[in-house]
């Protein structure tokens, strides 16, 4: 093989590597997406978007949170080797009777993904809020280096549902 076809079939190599390597990490059922909005229009290149996913709580039936992140396009967008800022917003909502599977850690991840190609992930912790019986969620990236104040906040107090009965009590459901 000659030295240009090399340096071809490396690049070629790369770029698939890096597009799956950049693809968001999420479940198997992953979030889903609810639309998308473009920001910026680019020419022959992938326009700048903000998307709007739903994911539900994989340890809390009866929650579903809502979150908006936005999505670079161009050359680099479309490789999928842009670094996503860290603005995202979050809303989360009771969508069913609640039921807690089993025993939780204030600020254990609910949800995670890349945002960028190495060092970014977007995360969506959970924690209870005892005294009002509410679960409390946050949305914030962080770095290998340093995270980012960036952060969005929901709370979804446990109420009843239809003739579910009597909701659970979150302090039951986290440990310490």
């Known amino acids: 093989m000659r030295f240009p076809a090399l340096i071809a079939a490396a690049g070629a190599a790369l770029a698939t590597l890096a597009t799956l390597a ?3 990490a999420r479940a198997a059922d992953g979030p889903d997406l609810i639309f998308k909005e473009s920001t910026k229009w ?8 903000l998307a709007t996913y739903a994911v539900d709580d994989p ?3 009866g929650v579903s949170c809502f979150y908006t992140v936005p999505e670079k396009g161009g050359i680099a967008g479309a490789l999928g080797v842009a670094e996503e800022v860290s603005d995202v917003s979050l809303a989360c909502r009771q969508v069913g ?13 609910m949800f995670s993904e890349k945002r960028s190609f190495f060092f970014k992930h977007m995360q969506i912790v959970r924690g209870c ?3 009002r019986n509410t679960l409390v969620y ?16 929901s ?4 109420m009843p549902w239809g003739a579910a009965g009597e909701p659970p009590r ?4 986290f440990k310490g």
């Not at 680019?42 to 978007?49: E, G, N």
């Not at 709370?155 to 446990?158: L, N, Y």
């Open 22 to 24: 950049a693809a968001p």
């Open 42 to 49: 680019r020419a022959l290149t992938p326009s700048d978007k």
């Open 59 to 61: 340890a809390v039936d």
């Open 97 to 109: 009777p609640i039921r807690i599977k089993d025993k939780l850690g204030q600020g254990d991840v």
């Open 129 to 131: 809020d005892a005294k």
């Open 138 to 153: 946050m949305v914030y990236s962080d770095k290998l280096i340093e995270g980012s104040p960036k952060n969005s906040t």
């Open 155 to 158: 709370a979804v107090p446990i």
């Open 170 to 173: 979150c302090a039951d459901a």
